[in-house]
């Protein structure tokens, strides 16, 4: 069955910090990969996806995500976090046909001290 | 271009009542898809409609959730009755045919006391 986990329910960053969430995914072919922020009260919003090719993947708000098949993982990075980063962060896998009936990571809360 | 609308956007209703959610998605998106979060919970797949059509309600809890995509454009979710254990965050998304990337709205929080 399709999995997705995200080892780190809860982090916390000090602003101007580096940042990496970690995602694993369980999938019986090569999936496709996403990256959601929800922020308090909003909507989930996409950051990045991968499909295939390059396996950095580059998203919005600066942040980034590597692709390494051999260790089923799909992390997000940003290099410097900003205040307005505090969110929750969810990773998702989806099938590579028609429709997108995602698989999602438990989430990871982001708070951002300053 | 409007995105994916959702209303309302927070309910309240007493266990053993009907709510209906709304989901207005994207214009042209075949795709339409309903997940929820429960409290805690990982976001989970409900169902998802190809136009009018429902392609995979796997996800549907029971048959106390009935799901509708008239003319394939806006979608409902009913919920009859409600249980206290309905409550969550109930998301609709929605993407073209085809195309895999899936836009999220912004939720409807269900509360049931």
């Known amino acids: 069955a399709q999995s997705v986990t995200q080892p780190d329910i809860h982090i916390t960053v000090s602003e101007g910090a580096s940042l990496e969430l970690r995602c694993n995914y369980s999938y019986g072919a090569t999936p496709y990969l996403f990256w959601y922020v929800q922020s308090p009260g909003q909507g989930l919003q996409l950051l990045l996806k991968?499909?295939?090719?390059?396996?950095l993947v580059q998203g919005i708000k600066g942040f980034e995500a590597e692709f390494k098949r051999s260790q089923s993982s799909f992390n997000l990075r940003k290099p410097s976090v900003h205040w307005s980063d505090a969110a929750e962060y969810f990773c998702?896998?989806?099938?590579?046909?028609?429709?997108?009936?995602?698989?999602f990571g438990p989430g990871t809360r982001l708070s951002v001290l300053p | 271009e409007a995105g994916v609308t959702q209303f309302p956007s927070h309910s309240v209703i007493e266990k053993g009542q009907t709510v209906t959610l709304r989901c207005d998605p994207i214009?042209?998106?075949?795709?339409l898809y309903w997940y929820r979060r429960v409290m805690g919970k990982e976001i989970k797949f409900l169902l998802h409609?190809?136009?009018?059509?429902?392609?995979?309600e796997s996800g549907m809890p029971n048959n106390r959730f009935l799901a509708e995509r008239t003319g394939g454009t806006y979608s409902t979710l009913k919920v009859q009755p409600a249980e206290l254990e309905d409550s969550g965050v109930y998301f609709c998304a929605s993407s073209q045919f085809g195309n895999t990337e899936a836009f999220f709205g912004q939720g409807t929080r269900l509360t049931v006391v």
């Open positions: 214009s042209g998106h075949d795709n």
């Open positions: 409609f190809v136009k009018e059509s429902k392609q995979d």
């Open positions: 998702a896998v989806g099938a590579r046909t028609n429709g997108q009936n995602f698989v």
């Open positions: 991968y499909f295939s090719g390059d396996t």
